[in-house]
């Protein structure tokens, strides 16, 4: 069995997949800041044979995780941003600096779709732009959801907002302090994807297919209205490309990956953007 383990800033996901036939057995996940204890919700390591780590906690988080991993697993691979893997080219001026999920996303957008928008809906909503001959042009970083509510402190911090909300509810002015939040910060969540999107692809002349990850991809996903693919398995898309172990892996398979979206002609968007601005 594989562990992929994925550590973000807010929940530590894990999954097992089989090494043999490539399907994932099972998955969890849980918050980072707390320590991995057996139970229900950590993978049992007596069946696991190899580890794959994308971190972007703190270097002590990966440290013990990985010096604890190392005691049962005999290989453990630990994801690092280069400056060049895979086809792609880091943009950012120090390569290594590039948070690890986001240059994995783009790893596995790329390999998926050619040039991509990779959007990571986490503690963080970040969004990374690969030109279609592997350029990574850098990207942008934005509060996600919940970190947004948090920093408002006006007691609507453990009110969510419901994933299974329908874009235009969130759209409506709210009434009551928890709605004027929820609807303000997804406002301000997918109009800056949405923005964002269509600034790069303008600049850059092309229009490029939108992927979606993270713990608020789904919600977010229904606010984004250019078309896209959320692919919930992204980051893992990337560690099977970096370190592809299983046969379907090395015939550059990655597990769960979606159908590429279309995305809209660059003409559609250029006008989109100019009807934004009233032009
Ligand atoms: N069951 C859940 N538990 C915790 N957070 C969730 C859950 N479902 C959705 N979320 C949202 O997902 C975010 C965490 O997403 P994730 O992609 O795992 O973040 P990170 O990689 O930064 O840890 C939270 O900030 C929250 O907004
Ligand atoms: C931007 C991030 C905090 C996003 O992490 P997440 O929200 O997924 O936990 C992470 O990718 C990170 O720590 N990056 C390093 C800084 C950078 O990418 O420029
Ligand atoms: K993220």
């Known amino acids: 069995m594989i562990l992929d383990l994925d550590i973000g800033n807010t929940l530590s996901k894990w999954r097992l997949k089989d090494a043999e036939s490539s399907e994932i057995r099972s998955r969890g996940a849980v918050w980072t800041r707390e320590e991995w204890r057996p139970g229900a919700d950590i993978p049992n390591l007596d069946v696991v044979e190899a580890v794959r780590i994308s971190s972007v906690a703190r270097a002590a988080v990966l440290e013990e995780t990985v010096a604890l991993l190392r005691r049962q697993v005999r290989q453990v691979y630990v994801a690092r941003s280069t400056p060049e893997a895979l086809g792609v080219v880091n943009g950012y001026e120090e390569p290594g600096r590039l948070g690890v999920d986001r240059w994995l996303g783009a790893l596995a957008g790329y390999q998926l779709a050619g040039g991509c928008c990779a959007v990571d809906c986490g503690s963080a909503i970040t969004i990374d732009f690969v030109l279609p001959g592997g350029v990574h042009l850098g990207g942008f970083i934005v509060p996600g959801l919940r970190l947004m509510k948090e920093s408002l402190k006006l007691g609507t911090r453990n009110v969510a907002i419901d994933p299974e909300s329908e874009a235009d509810a969130l759209l409506e002015p709210g009434r009551r302090t928890v709605d004027a939040v929820n609807h303000g910060i997804y406002m301000a969540a997918v109009s800056a994807i949405n923005r964002i999107y ?47 172990l299983t046969f379907a892996e090395r015939a550059g398979k990655m597990s769960g990956a979606p159908g590429v979206p279309e995305p809209v002609s660059l003409e559609k968007i250029r006008a989109g953007l100019a009807f934004s601005m009233l032009l």
């Open 198 to 244: 269509s600034e790069v692809c303008d600049q850059q002349g092309v229009a490029l297919p939108v992927l979606l990850t993270g713990g608020d991809a789904r919600v977010i996903s229904r606010g984004v209205q250019v078309p896209h693919a959320v692919w919930p398995d992204m980051v893992y898309g990337g560690l099977e490309a970096s370190f592809p």
